[in-house]
């Protein structure tokens, strides 16, 4: 069983910057794929990046350039550096693992984003 925790999520206005973290307990992170998802009000939940267990890193067109996806598998962490941040990122964001086989994803609780105008 796996326990995600995310944190760094707030109020930031439009142009702004935020790292997201999320730290991984109760598994080896090394084995997982973990993605960060964002999920706006009324709107279904969305991949926004992703770095696998391999080493591969994909984003969302609509956060290329302003994103970044990382991870420290001696920290059990993944993180999310946002930049240039605009309204429309504005979202609960949850971290995924997902084992590579796809036997097992977890989720952690989420953590609001909101970027005013």
């Known amino acids: 069983q796996v326990q995600l925790v995310e944190s760094g999520g707030g109020l930031v206005q439009a142009g702004g910057s935020l790292r997201l973290s999320c730290a991984a307990s109760?598994?080896?992170?090394?084995?997982?794929?973990m993605a960060w998802y964002r999920q706006a009000p009324g709107k279904q939940r969305e991949l926004v990046a992703t770095f696998s267990s391999g080493g591969r890193i994909n984003y969302a067109d609509s956060v290329k350039g302003r994103f970044t996806i990382s991870r420290d598998n001696a920290k059990n962490t993944v993180y999310l550096q946002m930049n240039a941040l605009e309204p429309e990122d504005t979202a609960v964001y949850f971290c995924?693992?997902?084992?590579?086989?796809?036997?097992?994803?977890?989720w952690g609780q989420g953590t609001q984003v909101t970027v005013s105008s």
């Open positions: 995924n693992a997902n084992r590579w086989d796809n036997k097992y994803t977890y």
């Open positions: 109760g598994g080896i992170f090394s084995w997982y794929d």
